[in-house]
């Protein structure tokens, strides 16, 4: 029996015509995925265009594959698939992938804009595989233009930028002056956030975290004159200061 004769028992001419689409949509999901990529990639995140890339083929071709049960194993499956189940699960498990690329330094959280565009990158692929090839593209734009102007616009906004704050105070100093603290975030146009304080004590090391927040209406202090003051306060060892991100 000829390899062509083999090929016309195992796959019909409506597989084929399946295989073609599957492989015609997971490259348009590669390329709608690349393009969000590229905006973390140009930004030096951890997840750039092979991730995203591969999040939104992956998420294309599952949803594609299953909308096709009759179509496996040559024409020759009997299955019934209900595509919604599967795209539940792969919504579930990119869930899982976000929540390990999300980072909590201190008072600070950072990969949260990350997480949520590789979410809208499997929703890309999961529209690219039911054929709402308009609605994919125009995610796909929303999302990079988000993430590109997004932090512009924020920044031309009324906003009140945040400080987070680590003090690790002299061994054997156990009483520092908090009034002295809140008095320095106050002539500096800050306030100590109600909530944000966590007190630790390790090996005779009390360290103090807290964030302080740019009062309304009020010129605050750039980030290096905070500095100097810290440096001056009475029993401080060690201090760390950085924007509070989320």
Excluded at 200 to 227: C, H, P, T, Y
Aim: aromatic residues 8%.
């Amino acid at each position: 029996m000829s390899v062509l004769a083999l090929l016309d028992e195992f796959w019909l001419l409506p597989g084929v015509a399946v295989n073609l689409t599957l492989v015609i949509n997971m490259l348009g999901a590669l390329l709608l995925g690349l393009l969000v990529g590229y905006e973390r990639s140009y930004h030096g995140r951890a997840a750039g265009m092979r991730t995203y890339g591969m999040v939104c083929m992956a998420s294309c071709a599952l949803t594609v594959l299953c909308i096709y049960p009759q179509h496996w194993l040559g024409d020759h499956s009997l299955s019934s698939v209900d595509p919604t189940r599967v795209i539940q699960g792969v919504v579930t498990g990119i869930g899982f992938l976000g929540a390990g690329l999300i980072m909590k330094d201190g008072m600070s959280i950072s990969g949260l804009t990350t997480a949520a565009s590789i979410w809208a990158s499997s929703a890309i692929g999961v529209l690219v595989g039911v054929g709402f090839y308009g609605a994919a593209v125009l995610l796909s734009l929303i999302s990079a233009g988000l993430m590109m102007w997004g932090a512009k616009l924020e920044a031309r906004l009324p906003s009140r930028p945040a400080l987070a704050i680590v003090l690790r105070f002299i061994p054997g100093y156990v009483r520092p002056h908090e009034a002295r603290l809140r008095e320095i975030a106050r002539e500096r146009g800050y306030v100590i956030a109600n909530g944000s304080f966590a007190v630790s004590f390790e090996q005779g090391q009390l360290e103090w975290r807290f964030v302080a927040v740019a009062v309304k209406g009020q010129q605050s202090a750039r980030i290096n004159d905070m500095a100097d003051e810290l440096a001056q306060l009475e029993g401080v060892a060690k201090f760390q200061m950085a924007h509070a991100r989320n």
